[in-house]
């Protein structure tokens, strides 16, 4: 089986998300290193598929991805 690309592993952010959290490490693991081999820096994710579409929401997400080494932005 190949490796998750940064999309798929984008989508399986999306889904732990909408499940409580599930997993929420595992994916974002995957997500790392799908970056590293896409050779890209940070993540985008669209503000519209959280489940906490506010502010504080998204400064929490993007907090708890950087102690995991793992930059993420916002799509406008």
Known sequence: MSEPTVAQATESIYASLRADNA???????????????????????DPAKLAHNNR???????????????????SS
């Not at 995957?30 to 993540?43: D, M």
């Not at 504080?56 to 916002?74: E, I, P, S, W």
Request: aromatic share 10%; net charge positive.
């Open 23 to 45: 997993d929420i490490d595992g994916h974002i693991a995957t997500l790392k290193a799908a970056l590293a081999r896409e050779g890209l820096k940070e993540a985008v994710f």
């Open 56 to 74: 504080a929401g998204r400064k929490l997400m993007q907090a708890y991805f950087r102690q995991r080494g793992v930059t993420v932005t916002f």
